[in-house]
């Protein structure tokens, strides 16, 4: 017999063998291994959902593991952040919300993440097990098991602590900030926030992550730029029970859309498996008008917040509960301080928190929701600490509190005032999102009839010219955000009842003619839609742009030394200016969608006509002249005893992100704010997605401005005021005007009849310099104008390394 062949023979006796080896040694691991109780004996144990112990002398902590795999909700949190708007790692901040279990295998104990995007709502077994089989599960860590008992196993949970579940640092990288990892070494527990409850466990890390090559939103907050210690959260909690009816999705009720792909649905339904998600909310007794809910919804108020920010937080939450008054629940929204003894990443908490950064920024509200049914265990909202002084800026430019003959008190009393209301609509505005109600950015053009748009001040003028800040903000529900409430958790009878139910309450939505357009729609510059926007106001929006434009002419003129309290640097001006300055650019970003504007809703079949069509063409030139108001000289030049305020920065003043850019190095540049304005504008004109539906439009319609018409509106008022005027401005804007101009012929998403177009009105621009260039007032710059339209004509890139600037950030306000 040959030796191959005699080793074929036996290799099935050598894996006997091996598979013998194997499990006798588990047994002899098993057999030698500590009981869970002899192994814990001088341990400090938390009992509750899942059973830990923490070693003080070790600095460990071990969890008891059943052998039998449960689902539950892994929820990740950042309760200590970094402190950086820009780097968008908060105090508070909620992480993934995963289905995840627990697996044991022999010595090991495996977490993995379930994947519920694709499932199968079948009593088949065996098909539910094909679509699990079909899509891969994540492992997140693997553990070591300690000690067993027969019906569990400890496994040392540490060192998941110290992972980087957050995602720490592939956000820093991602944003150029450095190249940073946990430094277990400088890592520790962090027992006082480690808890276990009935349907619960909390537990809690202080984790420094170590690196190199960090960015200056990394240096600006961290007191050593090489170490960043932060606090990692897990909580793991317990399946809700399946008393909770999930409520269907649609597409105008204004809320989150969650769900998965079902595998088993019949052939001729949709896969989607659409939900909302909701507070789980119950009536004591479901046949009266006005009843107390089974269980209230409860929120608790970080009680780290001063007043009088505290009681404006507190009211617009408190607004919540009249919405739910009008659904027939008594005391359903309840709002209160925190207690001393809770942690507010508790999953048992639903928390609004109060922000700290180093600039101010945005806010928001998250919920950690049962990822099958969208039931939502815990709301959290993150308020931002700095944008309330933000509102008190904009208002002390516009009041004006100092001058003499004014009642500065009262004013600065009006200051507050318009500023804690902000407050109290963004408190209602977070939570909403916390209930899982969406944005509504259509909301401000129907007289703000929701918190879940983002409101710009409403700045009054009287006739005789007085600015009033007095309806700066509404205040209570909107009646949208009563729709919204009545959809998400009205209580029915029964299914068929609660289909009817919803049904009857999106008719009503449509004949009342409330509008819903959310993000996706309302946040780019290219959007089209004619009252979907952010930090707007008016039911027209060019009408309004209009109005803005005088209001800031008024400003502009008085604005000065009265703006600035006594004692203050008086480069502090700058500040102030700013938003003054600016006061039109959010309404700019309004007024440009009506060009090339659709009107259009989501729309369902059987659910009403489509009613789909452009922006009116009266309407569309209207927009177009208002903004075309804003690249002229008149509008762009600063009142002469604004340029002498202007001055160069103190010592110890400091540069920041809230200034204009100068061309002039430490002296203000009035010419160069003229130019952040004015490239604002353009860009918003010369948008290639409205200069492509533009040329669809005016196909149909030629009333409605083609791209040419467009683009020869704008060299008119940009180039022709050059044959006057050789002022900088004029000359700066003219300049811009082509160099957009050009830069949008040859963008990738500009269609190539819209280029056709823009082309030729390029050629006509630099034939109309070279006419006019012997009668200009400053010949030299038109033909340096024209020099470079022609070197781009022929050579397809323009001849200056120019990049205009960008005007200081607007949002959030």
């Known amino acids: ?286 046949t009266a008008e006005l009843s107390e809910p089974v269980q209230p919804i409860v929120y608790y108020l970080d009680p780290g917040v001063p007043e009088p920010v505290r009681t404006a937080l507190l009211d617009g939450a408190r607004w919540w509960n009249d919405a739910f008054t009008a659904i027939g629940y008594k005391d359903a929204f309840i709002v209160k301080d925190l207690p001393a003894d809770a942690d507010p990443m508790d999953v048992r908490y639903n928390i609004i928190q109060w922000v700290h950064r180093a600039t101010r920024g945005w806010s928001y509200g998250y919920s950690v929701a049962d990822p099958r049914t969208g039931e939502i265990l815990k709301g959290h909202v993150s308020l931002g600490s700095l944008r309330v002084r933000q509102d008190m800026l904009i208002a002390q430019g516009l009041l004006a509190p100092f001058a003499d003959g004014k009642d500065s008190t009262r004013l600065l009393a009006d200051i507050e005032t318009m500023a804690l209301n902000r407050i109290r609509q963004l408190s209602a505005h977070e939570i909403g999102h916390t209930l899982g109600i969406a944005h509504n950015f259509a909301a401000n053009a129907q007289n703000r009839t929701s918190v879940m748009d983002y409101p710009h001040p409403l700045v009054s003028m009287n006739d005789e010219g007085e600015i009033h800040l007095n309806q700066a903000y509404s205040s209570g529900m909107g009646s949208w955000d009563k729709f919204a409430v009545a959809y998400g958790y009205s209580e029915f009878a029964s299914k068929e009842q609660e289909q009817a139910g919803l049904t009857a309450l999106l008719q009503q939505a449509r004949q009342q003619n409330y509008d819903f357009i959310s993000d996706r729609d309302a946040r780019p510059i290219g959007g089209a839609h004619p009252t979907a926007h952010l930090w707007d106001n008016g039911a027209d929006a060019e009408v309004e742009l209009q109005r803005l434009i005088t209001v800031r002419q008024k400003v502009l003129a008085e604005f000065g030394l009265n703006n600035l309290a006594d004692g203050q640097p008086l480069d502090q001006l700058e500040h102030l200016l700013v938003p003054m300055y600016l006061l039109h650019r959010f309404q700019a970003e309004a007024a440009v969608k009506l060009i090339g504007g659709m009107h259009y809703r989501y729309y369902v079949k059987g659910e009403g006509d489509s009613n789909y069509r452009p922006v009116e063409a009266s309407r569309q030139n209207a927009a177009l002249s208002a903004l075309l108001q804003t690249l002229n000289t008149d509008f762009l030049q600063l009142p002469a005893q604004v340029q002498q305020l202007l ?92 160099l957009q101009l050009a830069m949008v012929s040859r963008d990738s998403n500009t269609a190539p009849e819209v280029r056709a177009q823009l082309e030729a009105q390029l050629q006509e621009n630099a ?25 781009f004509l022929t050579q397809g890139e323009w001849l200056d390394d120019f990049t205009p600037v960008q005007m200081p950030p607007g949002s959030p306000i």
């Open 767 to 791: 034939a109309w310099l070279q006419r006019h260039s012997r009668r200009a007032t400053d010949s030299d710059y038109f033909s340096y104008l024209n020099k470079r339209i022609e070197h």
């Open 1 to 286: 017999m040959s030796s191959r062949l005699l080793l074929h023979k036996m290799w099935p006796l050598q894996w006997l063998l091996y598979g013998c080896f194997f499990w006798l040694t588990i047994a002899s691991v098993h057999a030698s291994m500590s009981s869970i109780s002899a192994f814990t004996q001088d341990m400090e144990q938390q009992q509750g959902y899942y059973d830990f112990f923490y070693d003080p002398s070790q600095d460990k902590v071990f969890l008891q593991v059943p052998l039998e795999p449960s689902p539950f909700i892994f929820q990740s949190s950042l309760p200590r952040g970094i402190g950086s708007n820009d780097l968008g790692l908060d105090r508070g901040q909620l992480g993934k919300t995963r289905l995840a279990e627990f697996r044991v295998h022999g010595p090991r104990v495996l977490l993995t993440e379930k994947n519920t995007r694709y499932l199968a709502l079948t009593d088949n077994e065996a098909e539910r097990k094909s679509v699990q089989e079909a899509f891969a599960e994540s492992v997140l860590f693997g553990f070591d098991v300690v000690a067993r008992d027969q019906q569990a196993v400890l496994i040392d949970y540490t060192p998941f602590l110290y992972t980087d579940i957050h995602q720490i640092q592939a956000r820093l990288k991602q944003l150029n900030e450095g190249d940073f990892k946990p430094d277990v070494s400088r890592s520790a527990l962090w027992p006082d926030r480690m808890k276990s409850f009935p349907r619960n466990t909390e537990l809690e890390a202080r984790v420094t992550f170590v690196g190199s090559g960090a960015g200056q939103y990394v240096r600006s907050v961290t007191p050593e730029p090489t170490a960043i210690t932060v606090h990692l959260h897990h909580s793991l909690i317990q399946l809700p029970d399946d008393e909770y009816q999930p409520r269907a999705f649609h597409p105008n009720s204004g809320y989150y859309a969650n769900g998965f792909q079902n595998y088993a649905a019949p052939l001729q339904s949709s896969m989607a498996h659409r939900f909302i998600n909701r507070h789980r909310l119950e009536k004591k007794d479901p």
């Open 647 to 738: 001055v160069p920065k103190a010592y110890g003043s400091a540069n920041s992100r809230e200034d204009f850019q100068s061309r002039m190095g430490l002296i203000q540049d009035p010419i160069t704010m003229a130019e952040a304005s004015a490239q604002h504008s353009l860009q918003l004109i010369l948008h290639p997605e409205r200069l492509n539906r533009l040329r669809w439009q005016h196909q149909q319609d030629n009333v409605i401005p083609s791209p040419r018409i467009l683009a020869a509106k704008l060299s008119e008022s940009t180039l022709h005021p050059l044959r006057s005027q050789d002022d900088a401005i004029s000359q700066r804007v003219a300049y811009l005007a082509l």
